[in-house]
């Protein structure tokens, strides 16, 4: 019996000439975002949404995605079926559906997939993607894309006619005033459409550097100033999101010892402007005058360093361009500032530069020398990643098992359409689009993870749960990286395959070796051989057929997505807090427990007068010890704040139990409690790198934004008190701090984050 060949795509939600729309039950309602002030931010009515959509996810897609030039961009509905387009077109030109049946299947299963918050998008593809498709809608700016009749990359001049759709960047700069100028041109380009940008500024000479002109050179910091000014000038997306922006520096730069103390030294500045009586919001006079907020600061430090400390040794700072040693300091003294600046103000972040490269794919292409804003995209200069995350708690059925099926299915549809994407897009330089044509990376990633895994009634600090996050990570870069064979199978591989086959084929196996890691017994035996199976299969048709992109997979912060796709969590992290604001139709909060909460003391047996007292307890005190839960079950409801709060180390194992499996990296931020040591960031970062992890932020509770001032000793209450985060830039109400940003709940801002 002979076998049929098995079709590129299949659908699983949408059947054969229906539309995604139809399968859903519609409601239509107010959206008002207001600050605490009752200024009003946002307005409109009549919005028609899925039912199954919350009030924040449809005010934060109608304030954030709706297009405010376009009157029709009015519902939900409209804002979902403008992408379709986009992606329509997007698919017609990829090669890989022929027909125009195979085109509209494929599109109407993604939009299904939007619909009904499976998985999202970047924000970029919700501001940008399908204007000119649906309205006619027309933006002039230079950008690039790729001409796939004339097989190059050729100029544009209409941005929405092919859209920029890719949520990180990372960009070179050269030792000149030109290049450096030419940085602030480009990523105001980005910004504009609501990009984020990274870059390495080591190549830029220090103010003990002579100029070939004579003198000696304004330095690093004069230069980093002008940039961190112009990308706060500027609002992404042309919306309410702050400008989002990476600064890396090699830890041998001579001028890193004031980078390192740039932002500490700024904030004390703006300390004392609070004090002297100005405000000490984000946007107030306070901090827009001082230097350096702009942006997330990161040091790249090597292996060499990370062994020497604690060992008496030197290090030496090195000119630019003689790579003479300028100065020589010790390790130890170094390492101490870090860790002090880190403690004040939460930056510098570390990047581990060779366990970086160690899973470069393309390494005979070059190192790769920075990140994305957020640190999970992390490949060569000049490059661009296109993000994508799964909704993990809606592949959860009513019993908290698994529909592993599903997840498959949507991880490939996504990955194709991300790869649909990236020819269809346009980008900022010409070099930028002729890597991301060669190249290809993507980030499929997850959002919700700490919601999933107390659904589950999984404690986040447990073997159980990094085995199973472990396990899902593996799985969906597993199938991105499957899919990626059966398009280079289709088409080609990437161009710069073959120049990199080694090295890529060796971190592919590193993946699938990797997986000997998993503590399988925590989980079904089913999980184990599909996930295994898959792999070989990765192996052996890559080793035959090659890959289509480069990268696959990162752990992206999913800041305003996750509003619109109603997460609890955001990318890794693990709950918040179990109480909640939930907004209201027509203006006004309610506090509410998660909804996380509920469901796993159901499946603990607690009976429903149990459950309803606790859930009153933890309103009125928002503490877990005296809620009523049982003792033996504390564990399970621990979040990152709270009485019941995860230890540092929590988070590291949790980050380390997926890494292994990550093309990229992670973004993630290791909350600290007030009460930490210089000493306690100093053991949390020397953790991260001795677990293998790519690069590490931290927090410490009331290190930033001029909170020691603001603070009062607690009085004794049954309360327990929550961290104080800076007000949100738009409308004033609190923010939470999720993946490295500041995410505003009401009205969706983000700080320093780009997705």
């Known amino acids: 019996m002979s076998s049929q060949k098995k079709p590129f795509f299949q659908p699983q939600f949408v059947k054969k000439n229906e539309e995604a729309r139809t399968l859903f039950k519609w409601k239509k309602v107010d959206a008002l975002i207001q600050g605490l002030d009752g200024q009003i931010y946002y307005q409109k009515k009549n919005i028609k949404a899925p039912i199954t959509w919350s009030q924040t996810a449809v005010d934060i897609a109608a304030s954030k995605y709706f297009r405010k030039s376009i009157d029709k961009e009015n519902s939900v509905e409209a804002l979902i079926e403008r992408i379709g387009k986009g992606l329509a077109s997007a698919a017609k030109q990829s090669g890989y559906f022929t027909t125009a049946s195979t085109q509209k299947t ?117 230069f980093l100033e002008v940039l961190d000014k112009a990308a706060g000038a500027i609002k992404s997306g042309g919306t309410t999101r702050r400008a989002a922006k990476m600064v890396c520096l090699d830890l041998d730069h001579p001028e890193v010892e004031d980078f390192i103390s740039w932002k500490m030294r700024e904030e004390k500045k703006a300390i004392a ?45 090195k000119s630019r361009n003689s790579k003479k040693t300028i100065k020589d300091v010790y390790v130890d003294d170094l390492w101490q500032q870090i860790c002090t600046a880190a403690w004040e103000c939460a930056d510098p972040g570390l990047q581990f530069n060779d366990t970086i490269n160690r899973a470069h794919t393309c390494a005979a292409s070059g190192l790769i020398r920075a990140s994305n804003p957020c640190s999970e995209y992390m490949f060569i200069d000049d490059s661009a990643c296109n993000l994508a995350s799964l909704n993990l708690v809606q592949f959860l059925d009513e019993n908290q098992n698994l529909k592993i099926e599903e997840l498959i299915h949507t991880a490939r549809t996504l990955f194709i359409a991300q790869e ?17 044509h060669d190249f290809r990376p993507l980030g499929l990633g997850f959002a919700n993870l700490g919601s999933m895994l107390m659904q589950m009634g999984l404690a986040y600090d447990s073997s159980e749960a990094r085995a199973w996050a472990g396990f899902l990570t593996s799985l969906i870069t597993s199938v991105a990286y499957q899919t990626s064979v059966d398009m280079a199978k289709l088409v080609k591989p990437f161009a710069g395959f073959n120049k990199n086959k080694t090295s890529m084929l060796k971190v592919i196996k590193s993946h699938q070796k990797a997986n000997a890691k998993i503590v399988w017994s925590h989980l079904p035996k089913e999980m184990q051989r599909l996930c295994q199976s898959i792999w070989v299969d990765v192996v052996t048709r890559g080793q035959k057929f090659g890959f289509r992109n480069a990268q696959a997979t990162v752990i ?36 509410i427990v998660n909804q996380s909460v509920e469901i796993l003391l159901k499946k603990l047996n607690y009976n429903s007068v149990e459950i309803e007292k606790i859930k009153k307890n933890l309103l009125a005190s928002n503490s877990v010890l005296k809620s009523g839960i049982r003792l033996e079950h504390i564990t399970l409801f621990a979040c990152a704040t709270g009485d019941v709060a995860l230890p540092p180390a929590a988070h590291l194992k949790m980050m380390a139990a997926v890494q292994p499996f990550i093309s990229g990296a992670i973004s993630k931020t290791v909350n600290l409690p007030n009460s930490a040591s210089v000493n306690d960031i100093s053991q949390t970062y020397q953790q991260a790198w001795s677990l293998g992890l790519k690069s590490v932020a931290i927090y410490r509770d009331g290190s930033k934004f001029a909170q020691p001032l603001s603070s009062v000793t607690p009085k004794k209450s049954d309360v327990v008190s929550e961290p104080v985060y800076p007000r949100c830039s738009e409308c004033g109400h609190a923010t939470i701090l999720e993946s490295g940003c500041y995410r505003c709940t009401n009205c969706g801002t983000t700080t320093a984050c780009a997705s």
């Not at 919001?281 to 997330?296: I, M, R």
């Not at 912060?557 to 992290?573: A, F, H, K, Y």
């Open 106 to 222: 494929f599109v109407e299963e993604l939009k299904y997939i939007l619909y009904s918050q499976k998985a999202a998008f970047n924000s970029p593809v919700w501001f940008n993607l399908g204007l000119k498709e649906t309205y006619g809608a027309s933006s002039k700016s230079d950008h690039y894309a790729w001409n796939e009749k004339n097989k190059k990359i050729e100029k544009i001049n209409d941005v929405y006619l092919r859209p920029q759709s890719s949520a990180c960047f990372i960009q070179s700069v050269d030792d000149s005033i030109e290049s450096i100028f030419e940085l602030v041109k480009t990523e105001a380009k980005l910004f504009k459409y609501g990009s984020g940008s990274g870059t390495n500024f080591s190549t830029l000479r220090s103010k003990f550097e002579e100029l070939s002109t004579g003198g000696t050179s304004s330095g690093l910091i004069s």
């Open 556 to 591: 992206a912060p999913t800041g305003t997505i996750g509003l619109v796709m109603d997460c609890d969590t955001t990318g890794i992290e693990p709950d918040f807090s179990l109480v909640k604001n939930k907004k209201l139709a027509g203006g006004g909060h309610l506090q």
């Open 273 to 317: 402007l609070v004090s002297a009586g100005y405000s000490s919001d984000l946007e107030g006079e306070a901090y827009k005058t001082v230097s350096g907020q702009n942006a997330n600061n990161s040091i790249r430090v090597p292996d060499t360093f990370m062994k020497a400390i604690g060992q008496n040794k030197k290090w030496s700072l």
């Open 420 to 436: 649909c994407l990236v020819d269809f897009s346009s980008y900022p330089t010409l070099k930028i689009a002729q890597n991301s």
